[in-house]
Structures are given as C-alpha cells and as structure tokens.
T-cell receptor, first 114, second 115 residues
Framework: KQEVTQIPAALSVPEGENLVLNCSFT??????LQWFRQDPGKGLTSLLL?????REQTSGRLNASLDKSSGRSTLYIAASQPGDSATYLC?????????????FGQGTILTVHP | ETGVTQSPTHLIKTRGQQVTLRCSSQ?????VSWYQQALGQGPQFIFQ???????GRGNFPPRFSGLQFPNYSSELNVNALELDDSALYLC??????????????FGAGSRLTVL
C-alpha cells in the first residue's frame, strides 16, 4: 500500500526566503508525481507534474525534483512571497487501471509573512 | 474550455440522512474520481468511474456510491450519514486514452457538515 509523507507539517518564513518542501513515498512504482496548492476551504490547483521518467520540472519560481529510486520529491520555492501562503500537497499516481487514483500526503502548511 | 464544476458548494445534513453531490467534468474528459478531505488531512480516494462503471475504489464502505452519466457528469451519494462524513468532497476529471499524461483536474469541492 502506497503511503506518502510530507515534511515539515508547517513552515513559517519571512518574505524573500528560498524554501524546500519534502515529500516521500513508500512504493517507487509510480506513474507520476504531482504537487498541488490548496487555499483555505478551496479546491486543488496543480502546480507541477513530474512523469516517472523525468527528474524535475520548473514553472516560474517553482522547481520540483523527483528521485524515484529513493522515493523522494522536493518542491523548491524561490524568493517566497506572502501570496505563496497556502497548503502544499504532494500526490503520487500508481500504475494499472486506477486512472483517477492519487495518493496524497497530509500537506505542508506554508505561511510567508511580510 | 470549462473546468470541473461541483454543486452544492456547502450543505448541512443531520446524522442518518442521505446526500447527493454533483460534478460536471471538464470538457473532453471521460473519467471522474471522487475524494474526501477531512479537516487538516490530505484527500482520500473514494472511487473512480470510467465509461459509466466504477473502476477502482478506496477504503470506503458501500454506503458511499456513485454514478457517471453518458455526458461524463457524475454523482456521489452517501447514505446513513455519520458525523465523520463531515468533509470537503472533491471531484476530479481526466481523459483516458491516447498518449496523454492523464492529468487530473479538480473542482472546488462541496463542503458537507453532518450534525
């Protein structure tokens, strides 16, 4: 059974800092890994998706890496801003026919203060 | 291109009642999946539908059931509501077929409170 763990559970940083969020998963037989952002009481916004054959993806100030063999991914946020404050969720998709099944971590609550 | 829309956005029920939540898939998508997100937790997979049939289920009892319609919209039904069913229910759609990455698009969710 796939299990996803995110560290830290919460993080508070001053504006402008570079930061790293960590995600680990127990079963390396994944199809892809995705990072989401969730604002309080809202749905999920996809940030980056990394296919199992890829090592990293970048979008603006965000960079996500994937080390499938060690079961780890990191999300790097450069020059953090107060608008980055949200919960960040990591999710993995396994193979097989469960096309819509993602296994999520519990999330990291990020607060960026001015 | 429209995204995934869910209704209602908020609702309150009492224990023992039944609830139906609705989801309209993103245009062109043929698969829908449902997730339950309790407060402070990550979403948990309930089930998915493909070609109007359940095609994968998480660790949820049979009182959680669903439907997918020919237009790929979907319903989640929960019978005999319990207090622990209070959560944000998220619907996600995707396209299965071809060589695409099968990326899920999530709706904004339906917030269910059971009293």
């Amino acid at each position: 059974k796939q299990e996803v763990t995110q560290i830290p559970a919460a993080l508070s940083v001053p504006e402008g800092e570079n930061l790293v969020l960590n995600c680990s998963f127990t079963d390396s037989a994944i199809y892809n890994l995705q990072w989401f952002r969730q604002d309080p009481g809202k749905g999920l916004t996809s940030l980056l998706l990394i296919q199992s054959s890829q090592r990293e993806q970048t979008s603006g100030r965000l960079n996500a890496s994937l080390d499938k063999s060690s079961g780890r991914s990191t999300l790097y946020i450069a020059a953090s801003q107060p608008g980055d404050s949200a919960t960040y969720l990591c999710a993995v998709k396994g193979g097989g026919t469960s096309y819509g099944k993602l296994t999520f971590g519990q999330g990291t609550i990020l607060t960026v203060h001015p | 291109e429209t995204g995934v829309t869910q209704s209602p956005t908020h609702l309150i029920k009492t224990r023992g009642q039944q609830v139906t939540l609705r989801c309209s898939s993103q245009s062109g998508h043929n698969t829908v999946s449902w997730y339950q997100q309790a407060l402070g937790q990550g979403p948990q997979f309930i089930f998915q539908y493909y070609r109007e049939e359940e095609n994968g289920r998480g660790n949820f009892p049979p009182r959680f059931s669903g439907l997918q319609f020919p237009n790929y919209s979907s319903e989640l039904n929960v019978n005999a509501l319990e207090l622990d069913d209070s959560a944000l229910y998220l619907c996600a759609s995707s396209f299965v077929g071809g060589s695409g990455a099968n990326v899920l698009t999530f709706g904004a969710g339906s917030r269910l409170t059971v009293l």
